[in-house]
């Protein structure tokens, strides 16, 4: 029989993921209730935490091993019904996170799931907050549907909350177009034929805390193909870790989320994109810590 890795992100040993020491926190949250096209976004979780255990857990560019500060993984948020009802489970599951100063990574699911998580974020930080969004699509219609917490709303309740950045955005109704800050807005075409003072402008704008929340379609479908709705036209993989490295560097990073992956076998390339995204990120957020 082959050797099972240990449970949780990044397949550690126990020591390393020691509830009573781990100053990271991954929480899973398998929600797939409002999505429109195809299904499966509740298998994104489990499929990024399988594919972690197959990491080096060294970081080349920051020349770091993040795991040593601790990564607990937490049992995961199981939720059947309206994303109304979640947000309010996220939003107290990922306030318990920053009482007990963890620093949260929630993996979706689809991207209702961010909301609790915007909402916990805005509680605990108030006007030093700011949001910014790496994502394909705008997600900013008040209402779809029939719920205001619909994966397709989930920016309209973050700007309800802190000042938005919405990056990669290449899919949009009209009537979002309408109400949106242009300048806050990177769209993805914007950014494939201009130099690379786009990031700057994005960071700038932020405030001194910043929640950061990654759909996976926010990527060109050449890298990551595994997400429910793709877009042509999207992010490189290196255009999102500078984006990220310039963030962490200007401003504090108190949280993120991945959402949007889902799995396909004959597509593991995308599970591990996901999952290495999120230790990339997590290593360029305590390298400065
Ligand atoms: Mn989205």
Same mark, same amino acid.
């Given at each position: 029989m082959p050797?099972?890795p240990?449970?949780?992100?990044?397949g550690?040993p126990?020591?390393f993921r020691?509830?009573?020491t781990?100053q990271i926190a991954v929480l899973?949250?398998?929600?797939?209730?409002t999505s429109t096209?195809?299904? =499966?976004?509740?298998k994104?979780p489990a499929t990024?935490?399988?594919a972690?255990?197959?990491?080096e857990?060294?970081?080349?560019?920051t020349?770091s091993?993040?795991?040593r500060r601790?990564?607990q993984?937490l049992?995961?948020?199981r939720?059947?019904?309206?994303?109304?009802k979640?947000a309010?489970?996220v939003?107290?599951?990922?306030?318990?996170?920053?009482t007990?100063?963890?620093?949260?990574v929630?993996?979706?699911?689809e991207h209702s799931?961010?909301?609790g998580?915007f909402?916990?974020a805005?509680a605990?930080?108030?006007d030093s907050?700011?949001?910014l969004?790496i994502?394909a699509?705008?997600?900013?219609r008040?209402?779809?549907?029939?719920?205001?917490c619909?994966?397709?709303c989930?920016?309209?309740?973050a700007?309800?909350l802190?000042?938005?950045?919405?990056?990669g955005i290449r899919?949009i109704?009209a009537?979002?177009v309408?109400r949106?800050?242009?300048?806050r807005v990177f769209?993805a075409h914007t950014i494939?034929t201009e130099?690379?003072?786009?990031?700057?402008?994005?960071?700038?704008?932020?405030?001194?805390?910043?929640?950061v929340?990654?759909?996976?379609?926010?990527f060109?479908?050449?890298?990551?193909p595994?997400?429910?709705?793709p877009?042509? =036209?999207?992010?490189s993989w290196?255009?999102?870790?500078q984006?990220?490295?310039?963030?962490?560097?200007?401003?504090?990073?108190?949280?993120?989320d991945?959402?949007?992956?889902?799995?396909?076998?004959?597509?593991w390339a995308?599970?591990?994109?996901?999952a290495?995204l999120?230790?990339r990120?997590l290593?360029?957020?305590?390298?400065?810590?």
């Amino acid at each position: 029989m082959p050797k099972k890795p240990p449970p949780g992100f990044g397949g550690l040993p126990a020591e390393f993921r020691n509830p009573k020491t781990a100053q990271i926190a991954v929480l899973p949250i398998p929600y797939d209730k409002t999505s429109t096209w195809q299904k =499966g976004a509740d298998k994104g979780p489990a499929t990024i935490i399988a594919a972690s255990a197959n990491m080096e857990l060294y970081d080349i560019p920051t020349r770091s091993e993040v795991y040593r500060r601790g990564i607990q993984t937490l049992s995961p948020i199981r939720h059947a019904g309206s994303p109304d009802k979640l947000a309010d489970k996220v939003q107290k599951a990922t306030s318990a996170l920053f009482t007990a100063a963890k620093f949260p990574v929630l993996l979706g699911g689809e991207h209702s799931i961010s909301i609790g998580a915007f909402r916990a974020a805005a509680a605990k930080y108030g006007d030093s907050l700011s949001i910014l969004q790496i994502d394909a699509h705008a997600d900013t219609r008040e209402e779809y549907l029939g719920s205001k917490c619909n994966h397709a709303c989930v920016m309209a309740r973050a700007r309800e909350l802190a000042p938005i950045t919405q990056v990669g955005i290449r899919a949009i109704d009209a009537e979002e177009v309408a109400r949106l800050d242009p300048q806050r807005v990177f769209y993805a075409h914007t950014i494939t034929t201009e130099p690379d003072n786009w990031m700057a402008a994005a960071v700038d704008q932020q405030r001194p805390n910043v929640y950061v929340t990654i759909d996976l379609d926010g990527f060109d479908p050449s890298l990551v193909p595994a997400t429910g709705t793709p877009e042509p =036209g999207g992010l490189s993989w290196n255009q999102v870790n500078q984006l990220l490295e310039m963030l962490t560097a200007e401003r504090n990073v108190i949280g993120f989320d991945v959402v949007e992956l889902l799995p396909k076998k004959e597509l593991w390339a995308s599970d591990f994109v996901a999952a290495k995204l999120v230790y990339r990120f997590l290593s360029t957020i305590f390298a400065r810590r």
